[in-house]
């Protein structure tokens, strides 16, 4: 899409220039090596934090670029454009960095921020375990303080960076009795010789092949008790719903470049493609699917710049961020579907894009809190 989002402006555009070049001539050419270890290589982490692209909306007393969500956001968005999917930014930068800068004391974030912006530590946060899924008051690991320091057991799985992550919010029960007044966030710094911590798996997956994926564990794991985020115990449920919003707000603003992707590669694919001695694009069948196709990625176009003007004003609430997660999402299954389609037999090839665009799409449906979960949400707000 060439105008100008209605949250940007000439410094946003800049970063948007400067990450749309990184992805297409840094990253993009490597895909092949991180599909095929199952994770980018760290140094692309140490690359983009000298370039300026990491922690982007971090303030510069903290080494970050001192922007707001919409530098975030066009980073984001130009990721996606550049079909690069193994790259996890958008959780390293946009989730777990706030986490840290709004609940973190002022020495953790001294300690832990200034290295994320350059690349030189990788996050990650874990919340899902392997018997629980979005009902994150039921998680089961457990974090009993001894003295100064926490000691945490316990499980995690479908954790976005977690093979490459040096830095882990961890989500646990501080107090099992209490259900989700219960949970809290603590930041464990780790490394593979760390007691009481270990990595399991790289998972494989039908799409983001490339994208780090994996599973950790926790056995008597010490991490000091000032690492605990908030000034008191059982926070964690509440700092997670306050920074779920903008999680799920990233979603979406994945959701739509992917279907403006799917749709420009369907355009230029059926302009190309002959069949019946006319091109495919002269078919009406073709002709409609993408001009329905079009119109969704037009208006999801429109409702997520919405939203990221409302997210910059402080504006977007819960339902909205539920709505924007639920509903670009759901359409992008659709949309990748019917372009695919309009692709035959090499739409089912891994080496044409669209083909990574419908597996990539199938996740966002599920991550940051399923779609099931947005519709009671919403629900909740009419």
């Given at each position: 899409?060439?105008?100008?989002?209605?949250?940007?402006?000439?410094?946003?555009?800049?970063?948007?220039?400067?990450?749309?070049?990184?992805?297409?001539?840094?990253?993009?050419?490597?895909?092949?090596?991180?599909?095929?270890?199952?994770?980018?290589?760290?140094?692309?982490?140490?690359?983009?934090?000298?370039?300026?692209?990491?922690?982007?909306?971090?303030?510069?007393?903290y080494g970050?670029?001192?922007?707001?969500?919409?530098?975030?956001?066009?980073?984001?968005?130009?990721?996606?454009?550049?079909?690069?999917?193994?790259?996890?930014?958008?959780?390293?930068?946009?989730?777990?960095?706030?986490?840290?800068?709004?609940?973190?004391?002022?020495?953790?974030?001294?300690?832990?921020?200034?290295?994320?912006?350059?690349?030189?530590?990788?996050?990650?946060?874990?919340?899902?375990?392997?018997?629980?899924?979005?009902?994150?008051?039921?998680?089961?690991?457990?974090?009993?303080?001894?003295?100064?320091?926490?000691?945490?057991?316990?499980?995690?799985?479908?954790?976005?960076?977690?093979?490459?992550?040096?830095?882990?919010?961890?989500?646990?029960?501080?107090?099992?009795?209490?259900?989700?007044?219960?949970?809290?966030?603590?930041?464990?710094?780790?490394?593979?010789?760390?007691?009481?911590?270990?990595?399991?798996?790289?998972?494989?997956?039908?799409?983001?092949?490339?994208?780090?994926?994996?599973?950790?564990?926790?056995?008597?794991?010490?991490?000091?008790?000032?690492?605990?985020?908030?000034?008191?115990?059982?926070?964690?449920?509440?700092?997670?719903?306050?920074?779920?919003?903008?999680?799920?707000?990233?979603?979406?603003?994945?959701?739509?470049?992917?279907?403006?992707?799917?749709?420009?590669?369907?355009?230029?694919?059926?302009?190309?493609?002959?069949?019946?001695?006319?091109?495919?694009?002269?078919?009406?069948?073709?002709?409609?699917?993408?001009?329905?196709?079009?119109?969704?990625?037009?208006?999801?176009?429109?409702?997520?710049?919405?939203?990221?003007?409302?997210?910059?004003?402080?504006?977007?609430?819960?339902?909205?961020?539920?709505?924007?997660?639920?509903?670009?999402?759901?359409?992008?299954?659709?949309?990748?579907?019917?372009?695919?389609?309009?692709?035959?037999?090499?739409?089912?090839m891994t080496?044409?894009?669209?083909?990574?665009?419908?597996?990539?799409?199938?996740?966002?449906?599920i991550l940051?809190?399923?779609?099931?979960?947005?519709?009671?949400?919403?629900?909740?707000?009419?």
């Amino acid at each position: 899409m060439s105008d100008r989002a209605p949250w940007s402006d000439d410094e946003v555009e800049a970063v948007r220039e400067l990450a749309r070049d990184f992805f297409t001539k840094e990253v993009v050419p490597n895909q092949e090596k991180y599909i095929a270890q199952g994770y980018p290589d760290r140094e692309i982490y140490r690359r983009a934090g000298e370039l300026g692209l990491l922690c982007a909306m971090i303030p510069e007393e903290y080494g970050g670029g001192g922007g707001t969500f919409a530098h975030e956001a066009a980073i984001i968005e130009e990721q996606v454009r550049a079909g690069e999917g193994s790259m996890g930014n958008g959780v390293h930068s946009g989730i777990i960095a706030p986490y840290i800068l709004h609940y973190g004391s002022e020495e953790l974030k001294r300690r832990i921020l200034p290295k994320a912006a350059s690349g030189e530590i990788v996050l990650a946060i874990a919340m899902t375990e392997p018997g629980t899924g979005s009902d994150l008051q039921n998680i089961q690991t457990r974090a009993v303080r001894e003295g100064d320091e926490y000691v945490i057991s316990g499980a995690k799985t479908f954790i976005s960076n977690g093979h490459n992550a040096d830095v882990i919010v961890i989500a646990a029960k501080t107090d099992p009795s209490k259900g989700a007044a219960g949970v809290s966030l603590i930041v464990a710094e780790v490394d593979d010789d760390t007691p009481g911590f270990s990595r399991g798996r790289i998972l494989s997956k039908i799409g983001g092949k490339g994208q780090d994926t994996g599973e950790l564990f926790f056995d008597g794991l010490r991490v000091p008790a000032t690492n605990l985020l908030g000034d008191a115990e059982g926070q964690g449920f509440i700092q997670l719903m306050q920074q779920l919003v903008q999680e799920r707000l990233i979603t979406a603003v994945m959701a739509v470049p992917m279907m403006e992707n799917a749709v420009a590669l369907t355009i230029d694919y059926t302009k190309g493609r002959h069949a019946f001695g006319k091109p495919l694009f002269a078919l009406q069948n073709t002709k409609f699917v993408i001009a329905e196709a079009a119109t969704t990625a037009r208006i999801a176009r429109v409702f997520i710049d919405d939203c990221i003007t409302k997210h910059l004003n402080n504006e977007l609430d819960v339902q909205g961020a539920a709505m924007a997660k639920y509903w670009t999402t759901e359409q992008l299954g659709i949309v990748a579907d019917k372009c695919l389609q309009l692709f035959g037999g090499y739409g089912y090839m891994t080496e044409y894009p669209i083909s990574q665009i419908y597996t990539g799409a199938r996740i966002l449906r599920i991550l940051a809190g399923t779609n099931e979960i947005m519709k009671e949400l919403i629900a909740r707000g009419v």
